[in-house]
């Protein structure tokens, strides 16, 4: 009787144990790990994008409400009374097309001058010999430590008391044709993964060290020359310290002075005005990313791998 029974639960146990079998070794599968890890990371992707499209959705959401609805509580997400006309009011509010068009002319000047500077320092510090050439370029390196604060005042002094630059875009686009320290790291990483091979070429055609930085080089670095472009130019259009050092007139105020001045004291913001504002702004950024997201990944991945 005992051996009926021990032999009825074996052949219960039997399926059981199998299918805990086939269990584990579906676990130790690398199918199901590589899935379990795409899981993951989509999941971790979609939470990053709601954290970053969140500001975008309020300033949407804030910008086609009234005054008072801004501080309605609880706050209104799709206002039932969109005010679209809060964008030509905010827009005209300020001489918005001026600022328009001093910041594409501050920004695409000191993008020009940072693409030819920096791409010529890179080439240097990458291709050139000379005596102390790596210390100088850790010296180059170790500014991007120092706080832009730290050299404010001494700037200042420099480009206003001294050259006499007063309301100008000189102090703001004539560095820019010196090179940016980061910048530079950039270009001179992808330079170095470009085959000597080509120099030699060229000087054996006769080219010298400008004609060689010109003709072969530059061509063969516009993926890295995109990324440095794209984030030159981002960075000014929304910079805001330089502006306000250096500019003075209201003629010459650019976007991000431009929405400062809907700031009101004790509280009279026009909230709904600044938002609309702000995210006209902001399109230009978008734009110019949504079309070159392609040669700015591709610049910036390159440039890593082949540092």
């Not at 399926?15 to 676990?27: D, G």
């Not at 790990?33 to 499209?53: E, F, K, N, P």
């Amino acid at each position: 009787m005992a051996d009926q029974v021990a032999e009825r639960i074996v052949t219960r146990r039997g399926p059981i144990v199998s299918s805990w079998e086939r269990l584990k070794r579906r676990l130790k599968s690398k199918s199901f790990r590589s899935g379990v890890a795409t899981t993951m990371a989509t999941i971790l992707a979609i939470a990053g994008a709601l954290m970053i499209l969140f500001p975008i959705a309020w300033m949407l959401s804030t910008s086609l409400k009234t005054k008072f609805g801004v501080f309605k509580i609880p706050p209104e997400w799709i206002p039932m009374n969109p005010q679209w006309h809060n964008y030509s009011e905010a827009l005209t509010f300020n001489p918005f097309h001026i600022y328009f068009k001093n910041t594409i002319f501050y920004a695409v000047s000191v993008m020009i001058g940072e693409l030819l500077s920096c791409s010529l320092i890179a080439y240097g510090f990458a291709r050139l010999r000379a005596p102390g050439r790596d210390k100088l370029f850790l010296a180059v390196l170790a500014t991007m430590m120092l706080p832009a604060q730290v050299t404010i005042i001494p700037r200042y002094i420099f480009f206003v008391r001294v050259l006499g630059w007063r309301d100008s875009y000189k102090p703001l686009i004539v560095p820019a044709f010196f090179g940016s320290a980061y910048l530079i790291f950039l270009l001179r990483q992808f330079y170095m993964g470009i085959s000597k091979e080509m120099d030699e070429a060229a000087r054996i055609d006769g080219c010298g060290y400008f004609s060689t930085w010109w003709r072969i080089i530059l061509p063969l670095s516009k993926p890295a020359l995109g990324a440095v472009a794209i984030l030159s130019f981002m960075w000014h259009w929304n910079t805001f310290m330089g502006p306000l050092l250096y500019l003075s007139s209201n003629k010459k105020y650019t976007l991000s002075l431009g929405l400062q001045m809907f700031r009101a004291p004790f509280g009279g913001t026009p909230f709904h005005w600044l938002m609309a504002a702000s995210l006209v702004t902001v399109l230009p950024c978008v734009i110019v990313f949504f079309f070159t997201q392609r040669y700015f990944i591709q610049g910036i991945v390159i440039t890593g791998l082949k540092g």
